[in-house]
């Protein structure tokens, strides 16, 4: 029975690799504790012990994902990528930086000491780092060395294997370390000192959990009582541009709303904002009518891209001012504009007074629908949402990173080349920015965009696992444990340096500190773990500059790991 299903296995390696798929994204799924190892890594498991039978695909299945894969990898950091380059984001930079230099440092140091090949190395980096992508662009250069065929497999199959014993150990560590250890090597409550930021920023009372992020907006209309002989601006003064007064009747017409109007016993008020504050609004105004049927205002969401210079780095609490237009340089706004969402590197961050707008990010405005065609243009552009791919914008992108790819420069008269993956990812670093800049232009859908880094990981990584099956097993025996001690060791080293640069010289927050270390090392799962430790989303603060930055360079570390260890080696 079972050499039957070999034998179609090998018949017919498309059925192997939708049930490698299958169960390595199951098996990515199962919690030990709280680690998660995810599809990929699932999927590169199982891909390994499936491997074990022989079963191969042609190559040209493996780089087309691939290219998928790091196209829109480059596509959706690109940019949040370029808007960091400015001196706050190349402050925080300077932690991946430390990242980059320290692991290369370790890897090189244990390559000369264990006389790792370029494949063993490219993979202790990429599983150590927690950076899958580094599997495919090493992968990619080691196919262009000039060695026999059978060397290549060979040293392909040792990145895979090398990247799946040291990505567990490293994925553990960093969850591990940056939300038990460092806490306690600081001597800090976390969540104390989160709480602390979280008010210092102007957060309230609901710091943890319980903040929401993105506050519930609810329209109710009252009628005037205790508000009677009062101006709307007036009623309205002590809400600070939570709730607005958006329509006013009186009688059968209906009323202009400015804040001089004084509103007058049994007008009927139209009252839309966050629901917190409503409840205080009746106290106010007067008693809620449940008849709304005259009241037909029409009220949406719109999301708009940030690109207006006069907002960038601006508090999130000028938007709350009592009277935006009389901050020089900023237009004015209407009273009923209210700010509900904001997404940055698509990650929605914590609605803080504090929080500093920047350039590129997505913000989601709700108010009057008559008033957003005057409202929107004042932030930037909108953003069109379609459900329909400019699939010859991602094939042109694609089709110019395998062209820049292909050249190569020599260094100490050994060439060096980005290869496919490093040139479509720089591609689609600019395509995905210059998107950014035309929102309104029609591009790839945000979830068509994720099934496309998905699907192409997950079927690379299940490629290249399948085909390294057989000669896994020959580099677990030969190192034995000390891999999983050196995926330990470059997990722990840089971000030990991290903090220490971080703490003494960037004098930075902890709780954005921590959230910057594991953004350095491109671990959403640390991210989470510190997030529930800390129990606010301040973290979120420091992790999306680190990570929009690391998970750019780190890549591109794969062809040059390969080049250094090649030197090496030769010497």
């Not at 494949?119 to 992968?139: D, K, W, Y």
């Not at 109007?261 to 008693?287: F, H, K, S, T, Y």
């Not at 504009?337 to 590129?360: E, I, S, T, W, Y």
């Not at 902890?510 to 671990?523: E, H």
Request: aromatic share 8%.
């Amino acid at each position: 029975m079972f050499s039957q299903l070999a034998d179609i296995l090998r018949a017919h390696p498309e059925i192997a690799l939708f049930g490698v798929l299958a169960l390595g994204y199951a098996f990515g799924q199962i919690r030990f504790g709280p680690i998660q190892l995810g599809g990929v890594c699932g999927t590169l498991i199982v891909a390994l012990l499936v491997g074990q039978l022989g079963i191969t695909l042609d190559d040209g299945v493996k780089n087309t994902f691939f290219m998928l894969f790091i196209f829109a990898l480059g596509y959706a950091g690109g940019p949040q990528f370029f808007a960091n380059l400015d001196a706050k984001g190349l402050r925080m930079g300077l932690l991946c930086l430390v990242e980059v230099v320290v692991v290369i440092a370790l890897v090189v140091g244990a390559t000369r000491m264990f006389g790792f090949d370029q494949g063993t190395a490219a993979g202790l980096m990429a599983g150590a780092a927690t950076e899958s992508a580094v599997v495919g662009t090493a992968t990619d250069a080691i196919s262009k060395l000039a060695l026999p065929p059978d060397e290549i497999r060979q040293l392909q199959a040792n990145v895979v294997t090398a990247y799946s014993i040291t990505y567990v150990f490293g994925l553990i560590t960093i969850v591990v370390v940056t939300s038990q250890i460092f806490p306690l090597l600081l001597r800090i409550n976390l969540r104390e000192e989160a709480d602390k930021l979280w008010r210092s920023m102007g957060g309230g009372d609901d710091s943890g959990d319980a903040a929401p992020a993105v506050p519930e907006m609810v329209g109710r209309v009252f009628e005037v009582g205790a508000g009677q002989g009062r101006t709307v601006g007036a009623l309205m003064d002590p809400f600070k541009r939570r709730v607005g007064i958006e329509r006013v009747q009186r009688g059968d017409r209906f009323l202009e709303v400015d804040a001089s109007l004084r509103l007058e016993a049994g007008d009927r008020v139209l009252v839309i904002g966050q629901r917190g504050a409503m409840v205080e609004v009746a106290g106010q105004v007067g008693r809620e009518c449940a008849d709304t049927a005259d009241f037909d205002a029409v009220i949406e969401t719109v999301e708009v891209m940030l690109n207006r210079p006069e907002w960038f780095d601006r508090e999130l609490r000028v938007l709350k001012a009592d009277r935006v237009g009389a901050i020089s340089a900023l237009p004015r706004l209407p009273q009923n504009l209210h700010v509900v969402g904001v997404v940055r590197d698509g990650h929605a961050m914590p609605l803080l007074p504090d929080l500093q707008l920047k350039k590129r990010d997505l913000l989601k405005l709700y108010g009057p629908a008559a008033d957003m065609p005057r409202v929107v243009p004042l932030f930037g552009l909108p953003v069109v949402h379609s459900t329909r791919s400019n699939i010859g914008y991602m094939a042109a992108g694609i089709l110019l990173g395998v062209f820049i790819g292909g050249f190569s420069i020599k260094l100490g008269g050994i060439p060096f080349a980005l290869g496919t993956g490093g040139g479509a990812l720089l591609t689609g670093l600019v395509f995905g920015w210059f998107q950014a800049r035309n929102p309104h232009r029609l591009s790839i859908p945000e979830g068509a965009l994720s099934l496309m880094k998905d699907i192409g990981l997950a079927t690379f990584i299940a490629c290249v696992g399948l085909a390294s099956g057989p000669q896994a097993l020959t580099l677990i025996r030969k190192f034995g444990v000390a891999l999983p001690l050196l995926g330990i060791a470059i997990a722990v080293v840089p971000a030990c340096v991290s903090l220490f640069v971080g703490r003494r010289f960037l004098k930075i927050e902890t709780p954005v500190l921590l959230g910057a270390i594991a953004g350095q090392q491109c671990s959403t799962p640390a991210l989470s773990a510190i997030q529930n430790v800390a129990g606010n989303t301040t973290p979120l603060l420091g992790y999306t500059i680190t990570y929009a930055i690391s998970n750019v360079i780190l890549p591109l570390m794969g062809p040059l790991i390969v080049g250094i260890v090649g030197v090496l080696n030769a010497g």
